[in-house]
């Protein structure tokens, strides 16, 4: 497809258990973004990749949760025992440039904790 | 600490007024400022933006205004049709990568 490609679409984990987020950029951005969108509230910068590289990583809430991009293209967010603040919506962005006016995000991925 | 917020988290418009939307930031490092769209169970699209440089832009219906003394940008979409009901972000950049969004406005264009 053209966009920004998240899967799953939804996710309902009990607590404890180790989840994996999948995301598929646009073919040929360079930058991959992750933000965590709680209920009622904005996203939330979690991390940045440029290519293979992850650049930034000063977001993300806990060491529970870790990200990679071994390959420059797909991305896995992995969240590790799972508790219920995590439950959210994560969405991956991906721009074909460094800044953020060009940023164009997936559906998210609606993980749910129980 | 919330860099950008937006104190509406609702607006409620008949169909062909004007909606407006308001922001406001504290980091005086941001000069680059987006408005960004979300239906439900979809990801946001960008709508429009500003650089610190500019005062106003115009797309079509849609019009950013800047105030940098103030840090408060605005959103008028004129006239709002029933397809403009959704979420409205507010988010702000120091030109990088990195994005501060606002808590949201839900827009309801009424017939």
């Known amino acids: 497809g053209a966009g920004v490609s998240q899967s799953p679409r939804y996710k309902v984990a009990k607590r404890g258990q180790d989840v994996a987020l999948r995301c598929d950029p646009i073919?040929?951005?360079?930058?991959l973004f992750w933000y965590q969108q709680a209920l009622g509230q904005g996203p939330e910068f979690l991390t940045y990749?440029?290519?293979?590289?992850?650049?930034?990583k000063s977001g993300l809430p806990s060491d529970r949760f870790f990200a990679e991009r071994p390959e420059g293209s797909v991305s896995t967010l992995k969240i590790q025992r799972t508790q219920q603040e995590d439950s959210a919506v994560y969405l991956c962005?991906?721009?074909?440039?460094?800044?953020?006016?060009?940023?164009?995000f997936g559906e998210g991925s609606w993980l749910t904790v129980v | 600490d919330q860099q950008v917020k937006q104190n509406s988290p609702s607006l409620s418009v008949q169909e062909g007024r004007i909606s407006i939307l308001n922001c406001d930031y504290t980091?005086?490092?941001?000069?680059?400022f987006l408005w960004y769209k979300k239906y439900p169970a979809e990801g946001p699209t960008f709508l429009i933006s500003?650089?610190?440089?500019?005062d106003k832009n115009e797309d079509g219906r849609f019009t950013v205004f800047l105030n940098k003394s103030a840090k408060h940008l605005s959103l008028h979409i004129v006239p709002s049709q029933p397809g403009d009901s959704a979420v409205y972000f507010c988010?702000?950049?120091?030109?990088?990568?990195?994005?501060?969004f606002g808590a949201g406005t839900t827009v309801t264009v009424r017939a």
């Open positions: 962005a991906s721009s074909g440039t460094r800044s953020g006016n060009t940023i164009y």
């Open positions: 073919s040929g951005h360079v930058s």
């Open positions: 990749f440029q290519n293979e590289a992850q650049l930034d």
């Open positions: 980091n005086s490092m941001f000069d680059y």
């Open positions: 500003i650089s610190s440089i500019k």
């Open positions: 988010a702000a950049s120091p030109n990088d990568y990195k994005l501060s």
